[in-house]
Structure formats: structure tokens, C-alpha cells
């Protein structure tokens, strides 16, 4: 380790010292610029900038700025985005130039984005980040979804290398890692549940959202404090031209937007929100049988989410972003016997960003923000009440530096700084009558932070290297942890049209999800490293092949990737979870492997698109004997209930007219581990009692649940403007449309001659969650 650190910096000053004689190899001036939306004035983050002619081009950043130094002359320049018109602009580079493209939406929301082949599968195969995958919403409004609610993390689970937990939830389970290790941000802010209704929908509204970027491996050295992806969400920046209101209709939520500028061309806001109404349905019928005593209430639940942002440029080199989510899920249970049970849980997010621009080669971006995630549920029976919960409250600041010094490098800096809080257990109990009451709250503070550096280098057309370091640290009382994580990914050109990658990453992680897997709800506590729990820490390298074929309207790659943790968490058997002071001693540590081959074939032109993707993997974890426990599975290796042999996905995507998309997604996975009992065996006491069968259980997870499959249709109908619209629509979806019923879990009915008679044996019964279900919104903006 200590070897390669050196040579990374000593490689990392090599090149800076080469700085200004690579800068002064070529009279060459700057071409920089925004990229955005024709119709809003929104930036578009991501949008390709291209000069056919020099085979060169770059990417725009969140703020949707663009910077290329080419030598004098006279270029053709081409500019696309997913969804939107390609533009192209004949410009004589005899100066530096600052050149801002406004481009207009495509009719074909998925239509022509490619011009001579420099578009976005040119830049995906030129680029030596691998392992990443960019989503925008209007690609993700256009699949078919359960209930018809557009869900971004869901369109996610359709990439190759990412599982999902099961039927119906929005979890991810990327190469091998649990779900507490996926770094989720939006706007540079952390987000702790990325989910609503236990799993079955992300907080993401898809109206609020302009873009998400999956990372599966070669991390670069901005991101850290997770092991297994980042998923890096950006928030809309809402309409600088006019007021504008959008939503959508659907039948179990509805949506409404909001936004327009602060002042013309200088800012601009967006407030998103959406609630669900099961509640609405349930109240009601439970209203109606409110005088039958045997009637067993339906529980009350609904969830809700509210987004902001607001930008406003205070001058031609200084600008200003506030971004703000507040989410809650809420359940409910009341019986006629004076038993009440209530479960709540949600996010609150905000953050403020101050972009400047010093010069065309030197931006910064610093943002503060602010993460608080809660946890409660609280049972009430007649005098008696009980309440249990959870919490972490985060405030953090970072501050990110980009310099551009020549064509040849483009290098990062940063410093990251997080205060976390953390409410491990908090219990009162008591009488509503004030006789007795108890309480107890058992919590923690952490502080962490990191320092880091990168470089993109590209030596030659062939070669181009994205390499950096991070430095990071965590303290939580008198117990202090830090380690120094490399980063390193690199492309060579076979030919134009063929790629070679290879990615380096190795990360820590802090914080520790704690979850009682055996709960019937779930219940989430994070968790820092203190005493004898230490960080976990992962490797993964990985490398590839991408080829542009059909003349560049289809990319192929294929990627190998072998990741190994260690001081992966588990908890003893029965172990007490909440409101202990002593949780230290309920963990068990272990170590774990992943490693598989990610096939992956995706069309982005033309009337067809659409994309296959086919994962095989592996996914093992290990915990030997440890605290006077025998470990897990007596210290051999098992499998997680989130391994899946064989994962393979199809979407199409396919304009019948002007007016009609047909869609369609196709799922395949193997079955899930689980733990099922093998046999069971007779207990009778010794006064002759009825006879007991109790469960014999093998290792864990030695058995799978049967194969998953699904196929989802849609179609997008899209309305003409009226006197009240500007823009409709009409999505039906059929969400499992051949009926398949995939296995939810498996439990076991005893087996009788009659209902007197004893039992003779026990048959497996498999529960499904969710069959053939139709579903229509209304979409709409005026």
C-alpha cells in the first residue's frame, strides 16, 4: 500500500511539473460556454460538445458549462443531449471565445441525437470512466412502472450489475454490496432512505429531476464514505423564460409543479410535490364498518415529498443555488380494542451552492448543507403508550476546485468536512395518566472528513488516464480512524470505433446501516465506527472492452469486475438492536467477494432504442468465530439473499408516430438465497401434551427462491395543445403482463386429513406480491 501511494504522487507531481511546457507546445485558444434548454433557459449537465474534424469533445458539468482549447481555425462544432435537437455551429477560432448553445426538445423524445457519429456513445466510449450509467427522466417517463408511477431508481435496476431486493422495491444491490453501501446525493447532499412505502418507490420525483449518474466502480476521487456505487442526483433548475405548471394524475398519487424566473434570464425557481392517497380509501372504508365489532381496520398509510431549488445569477462570474427536500412516509393502525400503532419515517435535505468562475481555466463550486433522517414508531394501548426511534443529523460543507491548465490535463482538488449526530436508541414509556414513565436515549457524534486530488490526462488521441488520491479520516469520541484511497482508470483507442478499460478503486466506509432483517417492518439505525467496530473497506478493479458498431448507432461493452471487502457488519443471533448502550458487542465482522462479467448492448438513435444488458455474478460473504459465537454458518462461506447467478434485462423504446411510444421491459434473475428449514422434529413434554414440530434449519441461504421474470408494457399517448395545455399526455402501462407470479417469500402450512385430525406433515406455500396490474396518468404542463 505504502508503495503505491508514493508512486501515485510521485507520478501525480511528475505530471504537474510538465505543466507549462506541455501548455506552451501549440498556440491554442479556448472555446467555453453553457449548454442549455431552449424553451426554459435550464442548464443541461452532460450534454455532448464535439469537433468531428480534430475527433475531439467534452462533456458539460452540473452547471452545464463547457471548455475546449483548440488550436486556430475554422471547425464545425456539434452539440446534443438525450431528448433534445442537435445544433450545429460553423465557428472561425482566431481568439478566445465564449459560445452558449440553447437547444430545443426533440418530437422524438428519444430521437436523432447523433450527428456523424459525436454523440453520447462516442463520448461514452472515448471517456476512461467505465462502470457509469446516466439516466435522465424523460427516458425514464417513457418505461411502463407499477401503478404507473415513474420511479428513477427502478428504470436503474434495469442496468446491467445492479439487483434489485425483490419483488416491487426500489433497493439497489450493486456488484455484490448491500444497500447501505450506495452512496445517494442529490445536489451534493446526502441522502440517508432513498425510499418510500418500505421500498416500493424512491423519493425521487421524476418531475423535479434533471438527470442521475450511476457509478458501479473506478470511483472517481470526489466521492466517497460508500463501498459499492454512487448515485448522484440533479435537481432542475426550473424555467428562466415563464411561469409554468405541470402534474400528473394517477391512481394511487398525484404530482404538481411549479416554476418559472425570479427574474428573466438571471434566476429561476422550481417547487415540486406529490402525495399519495391510499389514506383517502382506507379512512373511508374503515368508516363505514366503524360498528362492526368483529371488523378488522385497514391501516392507514401515505407518503409525501416536497422539492425546491432556486438559482440566481448575481454576475457574469458568480452564482447562487438553494436546493430542499422534505419527505415523510406514515403508518398507521388503529383498533377497536384501543390498540394504536404508528410508524414514521423520512428525509429532510437542504443545500446552498456558490459557483464562481475565476478565469476560463479555474471554477469552484462550494456547497453547505444540511441531512436529517428520522425513525419512530409508537404503540399505544389503552393507558399504556410506547415509543421507540431513531435518527442521524448531518451538517457538512465541501469546497471543489476545477483547473484546466491545457488540452491534456483537467484536474480536481477538494476538501470534504461532515459533522454526523447520531440517535442509536430513543425510548419513552409511560401512562397517559403521568403514574409512571421511563425513559432512555443512547447516542453519538462523529466527525469525518477528506482531502483530495485528481487528474484526467490524455497523453495522445489513444491514451487517455483519470487517476487521484483521497485522504480520509473519521473520529467519534477518543476513537479515530483514516485511510488513503487511490483512484485510477484508464482508456486505450484500438481503433476509432474500439476501447480498452481498466478501473482501480478502493474506499472506506464510516457509517454502519443496522437492520433487523427479521422485523416485520424495518428498522433502521446508522451507526459509527467506535471501539472494536471498525470501518469496512472494499477493492474492486475491473476492465473492458466497448466497441461502436452500425455506424455508431450501437455501443457494445463488456466488463469483468472482482471486488473484496472486509469488516463486512452482521449482528449475533437475537441480537438487541435498539436502546443498547453496549451495541459494540451485538456485531459480528466478516469478509466478502464479488466478481462477475456485465454484457451490455444499447441503441440511442433512430425510432428504436432501447438497450440489453446480462450480468453473470457471484456474490459470497464469510464470518468465523468470534466474541464466544460460532460465527455465521460455523465461519463458512454463504451467499447473500441479494446473489442472482444470471441477470438479464430488455427495454425497448419505440416512436410509432409522432405521437405514440410504444414501451416495453423484459426481467430475468435467478432465484434469491434463502434459509428454509430442511425437516422438523417431534417434542412432547413428559405429561403427555400435543406434540411440537420444530423447525431444523441448515446453513444460511443454502436454498433458492424460484427464478424472477416480467415483462411490463407501455404506451405514451401524446395529446395535441389546447386552449388549456401546452403539453398532455396519456401512459397506460401493464406492469407484470403475463401474470407471472414471482415469489415474495415462502412459508409452510401444516397438513391435516381434517381439520381434527393431528398434523402429518407441513407443505411449502409461496406467497406473491403483485400480479397482472394496469395502470393510466395524466400528465400535463401549461
Known sequence: MRNTFLLLVFSFFLVLSGLPAAAQSAVKYTLSGYVRAANSREVLPGASVTVPALGTGVTTDAAGFYSLDLPAGKYQVVVSFIGYLNQTRELNLARDQKVSFALAESSNTLGEVVVEGAGTLEQKLQTPQMSVERLTAKEAKLLPALFGEVDILKTLQLKPGVQNGGEGTSGLFVRGGSSDQNLVLVDDALVYNPSHLFGLFSVFNPDAVQSVDLYKGGFPAQYGGRLSSVIDVKLREGSKEKIGVSGGLGLISSRLTVEGPIVKDKGSFILSGRRTYFDVFTRQINKLNDDDPDYNPIPDYYFYDFNAKANYTLGPKDQVFLSGYYGRDAFKFGSQGGFDFSFTWGNTVGAARWSHVFNKRLFLNTTVSATDYQYAVTNKLDQFSFSLGSNIRDYSVRTDLDYTPNTK????????????????????????????????????????????????????????????LRLTGFQSGSDAYGGIEPRGAARYSLTPKTSLKASYALMYQYVHLVTNSGATLPTDIWYPSRLSVKPQRSQQVATGVSFLLGDGKYLLSNEVYYKWSHNQVDFKDGAQLFVNPDLDSEFLFGKGWAYGNEIYLEKKTGR??????????????????????????????????????????VVVLHQLTERLNLTGSFVYTSGNPTTLPAGRFAVQDIFGGEVEAVPIYPDRNSYRMASYNRLDLGLVWKLKPNRWFDESDLTFSVYNAYNRRNPYFVYFDQVRADDDAPV????????SLFPVIPAVTYNFKF
Do not use: M
Open 409 to 468: 490535463h483537467a484536474l480536481k482538488f477538494g476538501v470534504q468536512a461532515t459533522t454526523h449526530r447520531f440517535g442509536v436508541g430513543r425510548l419513552q414509556a409511560g401512562a397517559s395518566d403521568g403514574r409512571f414513565s421511563i425513559g432512555s436515549d443512547v447516542a453519538y457524534r462523529g466527525q469525518e472528513g477528506a482531502v483530495y486530488a485528481s487528474d484526467n490526462f490524455k497523453p495522445s488521441d489513444k491514451w487517455q488516464l483519470e487517476y487521484g
Open 608 to 649: 428504436t432504442t432501447g438497450w440489453i444488458g446480462y450480468t453473470l455474478s457471484w456474490s459470497k460473504r464469510q464470518f468465523l468465530p468470534q466474541r464466544g459465537t460460532t460465527g455465521i454458518n460455523n465461519g463458512a462461506e454463504f451467499y447473500p439473499n441479494y446473489d442472482r447467478r444470471h441477470n438479464l434485462t
Open 760 to 767: 402429518t406433515g407441513f407443505r411449502a406455500r409461496q406467497v
